[in-house]
């Protein structure tokens, strides 16, 4: 049997989530030591640059237990139900200190290799991440269920976006800049997704043979840094807004990837 921990358990790095009626947004049990990987490595980061997360304090950000990374084929956005083809890659946690996220860390997790850190970042994502949460809980949209928490990534298409999974629903929340293609934070079912993302797709396949998928958890990690980059202001997110532009932005996550 899978086994879950309740998210309400973390009110130091999710302040502002509670359970809603009938409704809980559930973590998946964490892998053993990973938090003590996490930390060390955080650690190290802060000795060399205590600025790194925006804050010089002495105190060390409190860490979340975490959610996992889903990585998804472009190709399969272009035929449909998707969300089962997704696959679970590197263990995310988010950094906090007080109220306010400051960061998150990753841990990748291979058969081969073990756990080893991901680095550490401090990606406007994370805070997103709350932001996200605290939307869909004040929006009632929640059925009468335990949803488990996943951060959804399809790098090539600049497609970042909270994903809560249920045994009989799925609520796509995306990310910001959303490159006019849909609406920031706004609740989204899979088949809303695939039809605003499937253009896109269909361009990036034109773009290259190769067969990138997206799912190298390095390769993805240097794409979301390059992508947290980009001005998300809404004047910005015109840039992208032609077909050519548009283009342009996949090649660079494309480009990324691949070096």
């Known amino acids: ?58 105190d060390s950000p409190a860490i979340s237990d975490p959610h996992r990374f889903y990585y998804v084929d472009p190709k399969d956005i272009i035929s449909g139900s998707w969300l089962a083809r997704a696959q679970p890659g590197s263990w995310r946690y988010l950094l906090s200190r007080g109220t306010e996220i400051v960061g998150e860390a990753t841990l990748i ?47 090539p298409l600049h497609f970042v976006a909270v994903w809560l999974h249920s045994e009989t629903d799925d609520v796509i929340i995306p990310l910001p800049p959303t490159w006019n293609r849909m609406k920031d934070y706004q609740s989204c079912t899979e088949n809303e997704v695939t039809q605003l993302l499937r253009p896109d797709a269909r361009r990036l396949q034109e773009f290259t043979a190769d067969e990138t998928d997206g799912r190298d958890p390095v390769a993805t990690i240097s794409v979301l840094n390059a992508f947290d980059r980009l001005d998300p202001s809404p004047t910005a997110a015109t ?15 494309i480009g990324l990837l691949i070096f």
């Open 109 to 155: 997790d291979t058969p081969n290799a073990g756990l080893r850190a991901g680095g550490v970042s401090s990606t406007h994502f994370a805070s997103k991440t709350r932001i996200a949460l605290q939307k869909i809980q004040d929006s009632g949209r929640l059925q009468n269920q335990d949803y488990e928490l996943r951060y959804l990534v399809i790098a």
């Open 1 to 58: 049997m899978k086994s879950f921990v309740r998210i309400v358990l973390f009110c130091a790095v999710f302040p502002v989530l509670v359970l809603t009626a009938g409704a809980a947004i559930i973590l998946p049990a964490a892998p053993d030591g990973g938090k003590q990987i996490v930390s060390n490595e955080v650690a190290s980061v802060l000795q060399h640059d205590p600025q790194f997360l925006g804050n010089a304090s002495a």
């Open 239 to 253: 840039t992208l807004d032609s077909d050519s532009d548009r283009s342009r932005g996949i090649s660079v996550g």
